[in-house]
């Protein structure tokens, strides 16, 4: 069997560290922290989990941290978690599972990091990570934000899930604003921004409603032609955003079919085009991009899924639109699907008594 270190970095985070540290102890073999000047009891209750705690002098770099805390490790596979990060009891039982298991070969292992649920408490937003990796081949962190792991050799993907728990406002307020301070603190140093800073800076911008400000740098960003293919279609998506908020749907459009330019369209662009003909009554080009949401499969992407778009939402508005064209077989097709996937959601109960009413089940 294999044996895992966990690692962490934290700062102040003693409102959530015991449960974060509770939902992994189980799983792991030794349990690392890193402090980065915490003020609160943060260390206090690190140490009643492991004696493994150490201080590190704050440098405005994530990476510098992490492979600080990676550089304490000692057992086969590292596994990293944030403060605000937890492993729910069924997801620890597939965790443990896998480090039964868990060939020598392995360099990796990819584990979704679910950012947020709907209102049933299914994942509604999650993305993949390399948060398990064999300490021998020493693999570095990189990016001062927004930093990665450099991963390479034999890449395996589980249905593990860490959830992400939302920081309360005024711990997102501070992370949004340090984020934002620490790449303009480069850009005033004259720091050269690599294509992957540009990305997330950008992102940066956009969260902070400078629309304009982070138009330019994504497609500073895409035009370098350097970047990730996830990030290059987000990239798009996100440029779309931008232009939707200040109320350009012409260049909005364009921003979404930009991303084909990549890879095979996402089911969320495909959603939102077919919401777009929708919209405007053309339910034939509608379905179209509906049932395209449907098809592609993107279960071993690694750039960020919104579950809603490749499951029920497609069906849902496919339900609608098979209506409209007077194809009522295959509105009640759609309308099983989607019901599948949100039997409780008050829409899907409303078409549920609207094809009861109507005989047409």
């Not at 270190?5 to 985070?13: G, N, T």
């Not at 084909?260 to 179209?288: H, Q, W």
Request: charged fraction near 30%.
């Amino acid at each position: 069997m294999q044996q895992i270190s966990a690692c962490m970095i934290v700062k102040d985070e003693a409102d959530i560290l015991e449960e974060t540290l509770d939902s992994i102890k189980e799983a792991c073999d030794e349990i690392i922290i890193v402090d980065t000047g915490s003020t609160d009891n943060t260390k206090e209750i690190a140490k009643k989990y492991t004696d493994r705690v150490y201080d590190f002098e704050w440098v405005d770099d994530f990476s510098a941290a992490r492979n600080t805390a990676y550089s304490y490790a000692t057992k086969d596979y590292i596994f990293f978690m944030d403060a605000d990060d937890y492993l729910p009891k069924e997801e620890r039982k597939k965790l443990l599972q896998l480090k039964e298991n868990l060939d020598d070969s392995v360099d990796a292992v990819t584990i979704f990091t679910v950012l947020s649920v709907d209102e049933f408490g299914n994942p509604a937003f999650k993305y993949r990570r390399h948060r398990l990796s064999k300490r021998s081949n020493n693999f570095k962190w990189h990016g001062t934000v927004h930093e990665y792991l450099a991963i390479s050799g034999t890449i395996l993907h589980s249905d593990i899930a860490v959830y992400h728990r939302v920081p309360n406002k005024k711990k997102r307020t501070d992370k949004k604003h340090r984020n934002l301070k620490i790449y303009e603190n480069q850009l005033q140093n004259g720091e050269v921004f690599s294509p992957r800073d540009m990305f997330y800076y950008a992102n940066e911008l956009k969260d902070h409603a400078e629309f304009e400000k982070a138009i330019k740098r994504y497609n500073q960003f895409l035009d370098s032609k350097k970047g990730w293919i996830e990030d290059n279609i987000r990239a798009c998506i996100y440029l779309a955003d931008c232009y939707m908020c200040l109320g350009n749907h012409q260049r909005e459009v364009e921003s979404l079919t930009r991303s084909f330019v990549y890879d095979t369209p996402r089911p969320e662009v495909s959603c939102r085009l077919g919401d777009m003909y929708k919209i405007i009554n053309m339910y034939d080009k509608a379905i179209l991009w509906y049932r395209l949401a449907i098809e592609v499969d993107v279960s071993d992407s690694l750039g960020f899924q919104l579950e809603q778009y490749s499951t029920w939402y497609p069906h849902l508005q496919s339900c609608v639109c098979y209506w409209q064209i007077g194809n009522k077989e295959l509105a009640y097709k759609h309308h099983l699907k989607a019901k599948e996937y949100r039997q409780h959601d008050k829409r899907i109960q409303y078409n549920e008594q609207f094809f009861t009413n109507t005989g047409n089940e």
